[in-house]
């Protein structure tokens, strides 16, 4: 039984560790590649707490033409270590211009997003593969540093940032407290 209980509460704090493990180099954002079939035409960077965040991009002339089309898909991530599921944008489409924006709430640390392209054969490839473009937010939390132009070093505003990690010290508690006692109840019930 108390293998169980320490089994659970491994697999507990490996979900909980920070999904900025094996993410890109902190404050750098994370651009398309040269052989995407999209350019970036305009992005806001950084991204800002509580002000509209904007990015337009184009479709290369040859997508374009054999009839490809594009969804742009974003996700935010908080400084917490917790991103939204991700959401396909309703994107304002020009011609080759596909152009959106949304506003990443207080203490974000990056916006992510990614193009999924359908030929026209319905054949989906997603841009870039496997992860995600990113642009990182004024003021992050990366790897135990904080960081960005709005960055105090010890967080991102003097009137009580909260410490990133520390609701997942108390999830972490929580659930262990509830192992012990199941343990404990399945033992006394023998």
């Given at each position: 039984?108390?293998?169980?209980?320490?089994?659970l509460?491994?697999?507990?704090?490996?979900?909980?560790?920070p999904?900025?493990?094996?993410?890109?180099?902190?404050?750098?954002?994370?651009?398309?590649?040269?052989?995407?079939?999209?350019?970036?035409?305009?992005?806001?960077?950084?991204?800002?707490?509580?002000?509209?965040?904007?990015?337009?991009?184009e479709?290369?002339e040859?997508?374009?033409?054999?009839?490809?089309?594009?969804?742009i898909?974003?996700?935010?991530?908080?400084?917490d270590?917790?991103?939204?599921?991700?959401?396909?944008?309703?994107?304002?489409?020009?011609e080759?211009?596909?152009?959106?924006?949304?506003?990443?709430?207080?203490?974000?640390?990056?916006?992510?997003w990614?193009?999924?392209?359908?030929?026209?054969?319905?054949?989906k490839?997603?841009?870039?593969?496997?992860?995600?473009?990113?642009?990182?937010?004024?003021?992050?939390?990366?790897?135990?540093?904080?960081?960005?132009s709005?960055?105090?070093?010890?967080?991102?505003?003097?009137?009580?940032?909260?410490?990133?990690?520390?609701?997942?010290?108390?999830?972490?508690?929580?659930?262990?407290?509830?192992a012990?006692?199941?343990?404990?109840?399945r033992?006394?019930?023998?």
């Amino acid at each position: 039984m108390r293998m169980k209980s320490i089994l659970l509460l491994a697999v507990v704090c490996c979900m909980l560790l920070p999904t900025s493990i094996g993410a890109s180099e902190g404050g750098v954002d994370v651009n398309p590649s040269e052989d995407d079939p999209f350019t970036v035409v305009t992005r806001d960077s950084p991204s800002i707490d509580n002000k509209q965040w904007s990015l337009t991009i184009e479709m290369s002339e040859e997508a374009f033409d054999n009839g490809t089309t594009f969804e742009i898909i974003t996700q935010i991530c908080t400084n917490d270590g917790i991103c939204d599921p991700p959401v396909t944008m309703d994107a304002e489409v020009e011609e080759r211009l596909h152009s959106i924006s949304l506003t990443p709430p207080n203490d974000h640390t990056y916006v992510n997003w990614r193009i999924k392209a359908t030929d026209s054969d319905g054949n989906k490839t997603s841009y870039p593969h496997g992860d995600w473009f990113k642009t990182w937010s004024s003021c992050y939390y990366n790897d135990g540093n904080w960081g960005g132009s709005d960055s105090l070093g010890d967080g991102c505003s003097s009137d009580g940032e909260n410490t990133p990690g520390f609701g997942s010290l108390v999830t972490l508690i929580a659930v262990s407290a509830a192992a012990g006692i199941a343990v404990n109840t399945r033992s006394n019930q023998k």
